[in-house]
């Protein structure tokens, strides 16, 4: 970290004497009095001297020989002898700093995102940085912990870009070691041994990556000391590398006294059919089923269960109905016995597409229990096929309140080339507010180019009408929008920022400042990448 000086009291007459040298600068300016600059003695004004040739000019020569001074003369006012043994220094970086560049434009960009900018903006800064192979400038570093102490979100992808002096500067703060001791590719056992949550959820994700079955012993080794949280969410890793070897653990899992983890552990047993539990699912709930002839067609019929089994309560069926709930009590076991039977299961079964099912469910008398039991699944499997026929035959144009809700747990779902189609068919049909799509693009990964284009070209149009300065709510979106548009789209997002408005206030004319210094920042971030393609974050 830099050469340590030990520092000794400095009495007023002392201290005052050793700012005297510098008053005659200080006071007639570096203009009419360039230089040289005073010497002090020993090894503090050794430092002096040494920070002010590394300065550019006259004037950032005094201020830095001044930096110094003051912060030697702090040193030396503690009013107690020092007694702990300083830490040892960083390490030498082996990332190259982010480059000054166009006069320190991006330098300058990117405090202004650490102290501005949006949440998803940071994180685009972040990632950026780590795909060109880059670190963050060390005056920046303190500034970017504490955005990582603030959000987890941004924690993964700033790691990377600390560099050592900024991994070095985490293990100084205790509220900042969430990044110590995150440096190398390799596996850090502390980290599972003394890290946080986030650290111990993250090198067990690797680890499984690597190695899934020594993974999944560890996992198993640490789970009768977890509280209920961290068991449900250490074992959602175990969908790493998941394969029927994960049954055994995944069944203990699914009888845990902890409601969470019983359905962390259905859900990833849904995703291995030929697993034992679903295998049974499917023995309850395919008596009901069965094909009839009308006329001259066959056509599916289902039936809810009469009774409740006895074995049931090994497989967590509840066979009393809460009293809140809506469906009736065979409505409820049949509810329940869906919601653990695989989704691929009703298609091989009956030969019909999702969309076909979710039809033909609509003429039973138990639509509401099938819908919602393949909805609970769906939720844990996410199977495209799936989720686009509830969005085309369930929720209509998405519905209105829960319904709504459900809509845009869907889209979520969706992997984002599909879920783009969505927003972009609501769009051109007008079906949504811009709002709500603007809203519903911006927290994800970066946009491909039809729906940039269609969002912005919407986005523009209103800034050249004047009306974008009246619409609070879209305009508060505008800078988080900007992190996520595609780079093709990025001109057009930026002319927003020429288009002023008659009447605009002064924070509507700092939003267009944002918006500008986004598409530098952008592009500036952009030129550094030897391929520049979308992440997610």
Known sequence: MGRRIAAAPLDPERRMSAWTPLLPIAMVGTERQPGPLPEWPGEIGQLAAQAARAADGPSNQVLRAMAVIAACEAAGLQDRPWTVAP?????????????DGQGGQLRSLLRWALSEAPARLQWQVFADLAAAGLRLPDPLLPQALELGRRSVALRAPLLPVLGERGLWLARQREEWRYAAGVGGDALDHSRWTEGTLEQRRAFLARERAADAVAGRARLEAALAELPAKERADLASQLAVGLSVDDEAVL????????????????????RLPGAAHPRRAIGRLAPLLRSERALLRRHWVIDAPAAAGSDWAADQLVAERPQTEKLGERGWWLFQLVRQVPLGWWVETTGMTP???????????????????????????????WCEAFLDHAFGDLGAGIESHRAAQVLGWLPQARRERYWLRHLQQGTLPLSALIAAASGGETLGPLLSQALTEQLLTRARAGTLKDDYTVRAMLADFGAVVHPDSLSAYGSIADQRAAGETAAYADLLQAVAQTVALRRALIALQPDPTPRTP
């Open 87 to 99: 830490p040892e220094p960083a390490a030498e970086d082996r990332l190259p700093v982010v480059p």
């Open 251 to 270: 069944d203990r899992l699914r009888a845990d006294r902890s409601r969470e983890v019983r359905e962390v552990a259905l859900g990833m047993l849904l």
């Open 355 to 385: 969309a076909e099912l979710l039809g033909w469910a609509g003429k039973t008398d138990w639509f509401e229990a099938l819908q919602r039991g393949w909805f609970d699944v769906l939720g844990a499997t996410r199977e495209t096929d």
